[in-house]
Protein backbone atom coordinates (compact mmCIF):
# COMPACT_ATOMS: atom_id res chain seq x y z
CA UNK A 1 0.00 0.00 0.00
CA UNK A 2 1.61 3.27 -1.11
CA UNK A 3 2.01 5.89 1.54
CA UNK A 4 2.25 9.67 1.32
CA UNK A 5 3.82 11.97 4.12
CA UNK A 6 3.41 15.03 5.40
CA UNK A 7 6.00 17.16 5.94
CA UNK A 8 5.91 20.52 7.86
CA UNK A 9 8.33 22.84 6.14
CA UNK A 10 9.80 25.90 8.77
CA UNK A 11 11.77 28.67 8.18
CA UNK A 12 11.45 32.60 7.66
CA UNK A 13 9.62 33.46 4.88
CA UNK A 14 10.66 36.53 2.83
CA UNK A 15 14.46 36.11 3.18
CA UNK A 16 13.84 31.82 1.76
CA UNK A 17 11.28 32.73 -0.98
CA UNK A 18 13.21 30.91 -3.59
CA UNK A 19 14.56 28.08 -1.58
CA UNK A 20 10.93 27.35 0.02
CA UNK A 21 9.93 26.66 -3.57
CA UNK A 22 12.96 24.50 -4.54
CA UNK A 23 11.64 22.36 -1.31
CA UNK A 24 8.39 22.34 -2.22
CA UNK A 25 8.66 21.61 -5.46
CA UNK A 26 11.35 18.62 -3.85
CA UNK A 27 8.44 17.33 -1.90
CA UNK A 28 5.74 17.04 -4.02
CA UNK A 29 8.22 15.05 -6.49
CA UNK A 30 8.52 12.72 -4.11
CA UNK A 31 4.71 12.39 -3.93
CA UNK A 32 4.52 13.69 -0.21
CA UNK A 33 2.49 16.65 0.92
CA UNK A 34 4.35 20.09 1.79
CA UNK A 35 2.69 21.85 4.72
CA UNK A 36 3.65 25.22 6.08
CA UNK A 37 2.27 27.90 7.93
CA UNK A 38 4.40 31.25 7.13
CA UNK A 39 1.69 32.56 5.38
CA UNK A 40 -0.08 33.48 8.80
CA UNK A 41 0.71 36.42 10.72
CA UNK A 42 0.85 33.95 14.18
CA UNK A 43 -0.29 36.83 16.32
CA UNK A 44 -2.14 35.37 18.20
CA UNK A 45 -3.40 32.23 20.41
CA UNK A 46 -5.69 30.91 17.80
CA UNK A 47 -3.19 31.25 14.91
CA UNK A 48 -0.67 29.20 16.76
CA UNK A 49 -2.84 26.45 17.76
CA UNK A 50 -3.42 26.15 14.15
CA UNK A 51 0.16 26.36 13.63
CA UNK A 52 0.68 23.35 16.64
CA UNK A 53 -2.20 21.17 14.81
CA UNK A 54 -0.83 21.10 11.63
CA UNK A 55 3.03 19.85 13.13
CA UNK A 56 0.81 17.51 14.93
CA UNK A 57 -0.91 16.01 11.94
CA UNK A 58 2.21 16.07 10.30
CA UNK A 59 4.87 13.19 9.59
CA UNK A 60 8.15 14.68 9.33
CA UNK A 61 9.59 18.36 9.74
CA UNK A 62 12.15 19.89 7.93
CA UNK A 63 13.82 22.94 9.24
CA UNK A 64 15.40 25.54 6.95
CA UNK A 65 17.62 28.24 8.81
CA UNK A 66 19.03 31.03 6.26
CA UNK A 67 20.84 34.43 7.35
CA UNK A 68 17.42 36.08 9.46
CA UNK A 69 16.13 35.04 12.95
CA UNK A 70 12.81 36.26 11.87
CA UNK A 71 9.16 37.65 13.27
CA UNK A 72 9.06 37.67 17.35
CA UNK A 73 6.41 36.16 19.18
CA UNK A 74 5.65 38.29 22.94
CA UNK A 75 8.16 36.35 24.57
CA UNK A 76 11.25 37.48 21.70
CA UNK A 77 11.09 34.20 20.77
CA UNK A 78 11.15 33.47 16.71
CA UNK A 79 7.94 31.78 15.51
CA UNK A 80 11.03 29.49 13.61
CA UNK A 81 12.38 28.53 16.36
CA UNK A 82 9.10 28.14 18.30
CA UNK A 83 7.87 25.52 15.62
CA UNK A 84 11.35 24.29 15.87
CA UNK A 85 11.01 23.67 19.94
CA UNK A 86 7.42 22.00 19.46
CA UNK A 87 8.63 19.56 17.41
CA UNK A 88 11.30 18.38 18.88
CA UNK A 89 8.89 18.36 22.22
CA UNK A 90 6.54 16.19 20.28
CA UNK A 91 9.28 14.13 19.13
CA UNK A 92 8.94 15.03 15.47
CA UNK A 93 11.75 13.62 13.35
CA UNK A 94 13.78 16.94 12.50
CA UNK A 95 15.46 17.16 8.89
CA UNK A 96 17.61 20.42 9.53
CA UNK A 97 19.15 22.49 6.45
CA UNK A 98 21.35 25.05 7.36
CA UNK A 99 22.74 27.84 5.45
CA UNK A 100 26.53 26.75 4.91
CA UNK A 101 27.68 30.77 5.54
CA UNK A 102 25.19 33.24 6.19
CA UNK A 103 27.92 35.91 6.88
CA UNK A 104 28.42 35.93 3.07
CA UNK A 105 24.60 36.17 2.54
CA UNK A 106 23.17 39.90 0.90
CA UNK A 107 22.19 42.15 3.19
CA UNK A 108 18.45 41.86 2.31
CA UNK A 109 18.46 38.20 3.26
CA UNK A 110 20.45 38.57 6.62
CA UNK A 111 19.55 40.26 10.29
CA UNK A 112 21.31 43.90 10.43
CA UNK A 113 19.65 43.68 14.19
CA UNK A 114 23.15 42.85 16.74
CA UNK A 115 20.42 41.11 19.08
CA UNK A 116 18.70 38.93 16.33
CA UNK A 117 22.00 38.27 14.63
CA UNK A 118 22.85 36.73 18.33
CA UNK A 119 19.75 34.95 18.60
CA UNK A 120 19.86 33.28 15.18
CA UNK A 121 23.71 32.42 16.18
CA UNK A 122 22.29 30.73 19.23
CA UNK A 123 19.61 28.98 17.55
CA UNK A 124 21.63 27.28 14.77
CA UNK A 125 24.02 26.32 17.76
CA UNK A 126 21.00 24.58 19.52
CA UNK A 127 20.00 22.76 16.03
CA UNK A 128 23.86 21.58 15.65
CA UNK A 129 24.40 20.39 18.99
CA UNK A 130 21.09 18.62 18.55
CA UNK A 131 21.21 16.93 15.31
CA UNK A 132 23.35 16.09 12.51
CA UNK A 133 22.57 18.72 10.31
CA UNK A 134 22.74 19.10 6.56
CA UNK A 135 24.38 22.46 5.04
CA UNK A 136 23.24 24.28 1.63
CA UNK A 137 24.52 27.10 -0.30
CA UNK A 138 21.52 28.01 -2.82
CA UNK A 139 18.51 26.94 -3.75
CA UNK A 140 19.22 24.23 -6.57
CA UNK A 141 21.69 22.43 -4.33
CA UNK A 142 19.22 22.18 -1.01
CA UNK A 143 16.28 20.93 -3.44
CA UNK A 144 18.46 17.90 -3.80
CA UNK A 145 19.38 17.92 -0.20
CA UNK A 146 16.36 17.72 0.97
CA UNK A 147 15.09 15.01 -1.42
CA UNK A 148 18.33 12.74 0.35
CA UNK A 149 17.77 14.21 3.82
CA UNK A 150 14.26 13.22 4.02
CA UNK A 151 14.61 9.89 2.14
CA UNK A 152 17.23 8.66 4.53
CA UNK A 153 15.08 9.68 7.65
CA UNK A 154 12.14 8.31 6.07
CA UNK A 155 13.90 4.74 6.19
CA UNK A 156 15.61 5.57 9.79
CA UNK A 157 12.50 6.91 11.10
CA UNK A 158 9.13 4.95 9.85
CA UNK A 159 5.89 7.36 10.12
CA UNK A 160 2.22 6.33 10.22
CA UNK A 161 1.60 8.03 6.88
CA UNK A 162 -1.39 8.78 5.03
CA UNK A 163 -3.20 6.31 2.39
CA UNK A 164 -5.54 6.99 0.03
CA UNK A 165 -9.49 6.29 1.56
CA UNK A 166 -10.25 4.07 -1.35
CA UNK A 167 -6.92 1.59 -0.29
CA UNK A 168 -8.12 1.39 3.10
CA UNK A 169 -9.32 -1.97 3.51
CA UNK A 170 -13.61 -2.27 3.91
CA UNK A 171 -14.75 -3.85 7.28
CA UNK A 172 -15.46 -6.92 5.30
CA UNK A 173 -12.54 -7.37 4.28
CA UNK A 174 -10.38 -6.79 7.51
CA UNK A 175 -12.83 -9.81 9.21
CA UNK A 176 -11.87 -11.78 6.10
CA UNK A 177 -8.11 -11.42 6.95
CA UNK A 178 -8.81 -11.71 10.79
CA UNK A 179 -10.75 -15.13 9.67
CA UNK A 180 -7.67 -16.19 6.96
CA UNK A 181 -5.30 -15.57 10.12
CA UNK A 182 -7.28 -17.82 12.38
CA UNK A 183 -7.25 -20.23 10.02
CA UNK A 184 -3.82 -20.44 9.27
CA UNK A 185 -3.04 -20.23 13.27
CA UNK A 186 -5.16 -22.89 13.12
CA UNK A 187 -3.35 -25.14 10.29
CA UNK A 188 -0.04 -24.28 11.80
CA UNK A 189 -1.76 -26.17 14.95
CA UNK A 190 -2.51 -28.77 13.19
CA UNK A 191 0.92 -28.91 11.28
CA UNK A 192 3.02 -28.62 14.88
CA UNK A 193 0.92 -31.66 15.66
CA UNK A 194 1.82 -33.90 12.98
CA UNK A 195 5.36 -32.85 13.79
CA UNK A 196 5.45 -34.91 17.08
CA UNK A 197 4.06 -38.24 15.22
CA UNK A 198 5.34 -40.23 12.65
CA UNK A 199 4.75 -39.39 9.21
CA UNK A 200 2.11 -40.84 7.02
CA UNK A 201 3.49 -43.93 4.98
CA UNK A 202 6.02 -45.37 7.96
CA UNK A 203 3.40 -48.15 9.19
CA UNK A 204 5.26 -50.76 7.06
CA UNK A 205 8.57 -49.68 8.29
CA UNK A 206 10.60 -51.66 10.44
CA UNK A 207 10.27 -49.26 13.68
CA UNK A 208 10.09 -49.14 17.15
CA UNK A 209 11.00 -53.13 18.79
CA UNK A 210 11.29 -54.46 15.63
CA UNK A 211 14.76 -56.05 15.21
CA UNK A 212 18.21 -55.69 12.66
CA UNK A 213 20.14 -57.91 12.09
CA UNK A 214 24.12 -56.20 12.14
CA UNK A 215 26.89 -58.59 11.50
CA UNK A 216 30.43 -57.46 12.50
CA UNK A 217 33.73 -58.76 12.99
CA UNK A 218 35.84 -58.37 16.29
CA UNK A 219 38.96 -59.61 17.69
CA UNK A 220 38.87 -61.35 21.28
CA UNK A 221 42.41 -61.19 23.62
CA UNK A 222 42.23 -64.36 26.23
CA UNK A 223 43.23 -64.25 29.75
CA UNK A 224 47.27 -63.55 29.75
CA UNK A 225 47.33 -63.49 26.28
CA UNK A 226 50.10 -60.95 24.34
CA UNK A 227 50.34 -59.72 21.04
CA UNK A 228 49.71 -62.45 18.40
CA UNK A 229 47.39 -64.17 20.09
CA UNK A 230 43.90 -62.58 18.92
CA UNK A 231 40.86 -64.56 18.08
CA UNK A 232 39.33 -63.52 15.01
CA UNK A 233 35.63 -63.32 15.45
CA UNK A 234 32.52 -62.55 12.67
CA UNK A 235 29.28 -62.39 14.86
CA UNK A 236 25.87 -60.51 14.96
CA UNK A 237 23.89 -58.38 17.09
CA UNK A 238 20.21 -57.92 16.50
CA UNK A 239 19.20 -54.56 18.21
CA UNK A 240 16.13 -52.80 18.20
CA UNK A 241 15.25 -49.82 16.19
CA UNK A 242 14.17 -48.05 19.34
CA UNK A 243 17.75 -49.06 21.07
CA UNK A 244 19.92 -47.71 17.97
CA UNK A 245 17.65 -44.30 17.90
CA UNK A 246 18.14 -43.94 21.46
CA UNK A 247 22.45 -44.57 21.06
CA UNK A 248 22.72 -42.03 18.58
CA UNK A 249 19.87 -39.54 19.49
CA UNK A 250 21.82 -37.35 21.80
CA UNK A 251 24.33 -36.06 19.67
CA UNK A 252 21.77 -34.31 17.28
CA UNK A 253 20.66 -31.91 19.53
CA UNK A 254 22.99 -29.65 18.69
CA UNK A 255 22.99 -30.92 15.17
CA UNK A 256 26.07 -32.90 13.86
CA UNK A 257 27.65 -33.10 10.61
CA UNK A 258 27.43 -36.21 8.59
CA UNK A 259 31.08 -37.14 9.76
CA UNK A 260 30.07 -36.96 13.61
CA UNK A 261 26.74 -38.87 13.16
CA UNK A 262 28.77 -41.68 11.13
CA UNK A 263 31.22 -41.89 14.05
CA UNK A 264 28.14 -41.96 16.30
CA UNK A 265 26.67 -45.06 14.83
CA UNK A 266 29.66 -46.52 14.71
CA UNK A 267 30.85 -46.12 18.44
CA UNK A 268 27.15 -46.76 19.54
CA UNK A 269 26.83 -50.04 18.24
CA UNK A 270 30.40 -51.07 18.99
CA UNK A 271 28.80 -50.56 23.02
CA UNK A 272 26.21 -52.74 21.56
CA UNK A 273 28.21 -55.10 20.50
CA UNK A 274 30.43 -55.10 23.39
CA UNK A 275 27.86 -55.51 26.01
CA UNK A 276 26.38 -58.19 24.54
CA UNK A 277 29.58 -60.90 23.76
CA UNK A 278 31.40 -59.61 27.39
CA UNK A 279 28.74 -62.03 28.65
CA UNK A 280 29.22 -64.32 26.46
CA UNK A 281 30.38 -67.76 28.39
CA UNK A 282 32.91 -68.80 26.22
CA UNK A 283 34.28 -65.09 26.11
CA UNK A 284 34.77 -64.59 30.01
CA UNK A 285 37.98 -62.86 30.69
CA UNK A 286 38.79 -62.05 27.02
CA UNK A 287 39.23 -58.65 26.41
CA UNK A 288 37.24 -57.58 23.10
CA UNK A 289 38.71 -54.48 20.54
CA UNK A 290 38.89 -54.14 17.02
CA UNK A 291 35.49 -54.31 16.79
CA UNK A 292 34.25 -53.31 12.52
CA UNK A 293 30.58 -52.86 11.31
CA UNK A 294 30.28 -52.63 7.39
CA UNK A 295 29.75 -49.24 6.32
CA UNK A 296 26.65 -50.16 4.30
CA UNK A 297 24.84 -50.74 7.57
CA UNK A 298 25.40 -47.65 9.11
CA UNK A 299 24.19 -45.99 5.85
CA UNK A 300 21.26 -47.97 6.39
CA UNK A 301 20.61 -47.36 9.70
CA UNK A 302 20.92 -43.27 8.85
CA UNK A 303 17.98 -44.15 5.88
CA UNK A 304 15.70 -45.95 8.14
CA UNK A 305 16.10 -43.43 10.71
CA UNK A 306 15.33 -40.56 8.10
CA UNK A 307 12.44 -42.60 6.16
CA UNK A 308 10.73 -42.99 9.72
CA UNK A 309 10.52 -39.61 10.13
CA UNK A 310 13.25 -38.96 13.19
CA UNK A 311 15.60 -37.54 11.87
CA UNK A 312 16.40 -34.90 8.79
CA UNK A 313 19.42 -32.76 6.90
CA UNK A 314 18.96 -29.47 8.74
CA UNK A 315 18.24 -26.57 7.04
CA UNK A 316 20.12 -23.78 8.66
CA UNK A 317 22.31 -21.10 7.06
CA UNK A 318 25.61 -21.50 7.60
CA UNK A 319 28.58 -19.60 5.96
CA UNK A 320 29.46 -20.37 1.77
CA UNK A 321 32.86 -21.67 3.07
CA UNK A 322 31.22 -24.37 4.88
CA UNK A 323 29.87 -27.18 2.84
CA UNK A 324 29.35 -30.04 4.90
CA UNK A 325 26.22 -31.80 5.07
CA UNK A 326 24.75 -31.72 8.97
CA UNK A 327 21.79 -33.66 10.64
CA UNK A 328 19.51 -32.72 13.42
CA UNK A 329 16.72 -34.56 15.26
CA UNK A 330 13.34 -33.47 13.96
CA UNK A 331 10.23 -32.62 16.34
CA UNK A 332 9.23 -36.02 16.35
CA UNK A 333 12.14 -37.53 16.58
CA UNK A 334 13.13 -34.90 19.80
CA UNK A 335 9.81 -36.51 21.38
CA UNK A 336 10.98 -40.04 21.04
CA UNK A 337 13.98 -39.26 22.17
CA UNK A 338 12.88 -37.61 25.04
CA UNK A 339 10.45 -41.33 25.34
CA UNK A 340 12.89 -42.93 25.36
CA UNK A 341 16.17 -41.98 27.41
CA UNK A 342 14.29 -39.61 30.38
CA UNK A 343 14.12 -41.68 33.31
CA UNK A 344 10.75 -43.19 34.50
CA UNK A 345 9.64 -42.91 38.24
CA UNK A 346 9.02 -46.95 38.04
CA UNK A 347 11.73 -47.99 36.45
CA UNK A 348 12.80 -51.05 38.50
CA UNK A 349 15.77 -50.97 40.67
CA UNK A 350 17.08 -54.04 42.53
CA UNK A 351 19.47 -54.10 46.08
CA UNK A 352 20.98 -56.85 47.27
CA UNK A 353 20.24 -58.40 50.61
CA UNK A 354 22.64 -61.57 51.31
CA UNK A 355 23.41 -62.99 48.56
CA UNK A 356 19.86 -62.63 46.80
CA UNK A 357 18.88 -59.94 44.26
CA UNK A 358 15.33 -58.68 45.00
CA UNK A 359 13.79 -56.33 42.30
CA UNK A 360 11.38 -53.53 43.27
CA UNK A 361 10.06 -50.68 41.54
CA UNK A 362 11.94 -47.11 42.69
CA UNK A 363 8.02 -46.44 44.04
CA UNK A 364 7.86 -49.37 46.16
CA UNK A 365 11.46 -48.76 48.15
Known sequence: MDKRFQIFISSTFVDLIEERQAVLKSILEMDHMPAGMELFPAADDTAWNLIRDVIDASDYYVLIIGGRYGSLDEEGLSYTEKEYRYAVATKKAV??????????????????????????????????NKHTCVYWSNADELKSKVIIGLTSTVKRSPAIGWVRADNVPSEATIKEVLSLKQKISELESELEDTRTTPPPGTEDLMQGEDSFDLEFT???????????????????????????????????????????????????????????????????GHRLKSFSFKQDDIYTCMIQLRALGLLKESDKKRSIRDTKTYWTLTPYGDQLMVQLRAISRHKKASRKIGSEIVESTEKDT
Open 95 to 128: IPLLHQNPDNLPRDKTETDELAWKKLKSFREEVE
Open 218 to 284: FEAVPPHGGWGDEIHYEATISPSWNDIFAAIAPVLINEATETVLQDEFRKSLIKLARDEYEDDEDLK
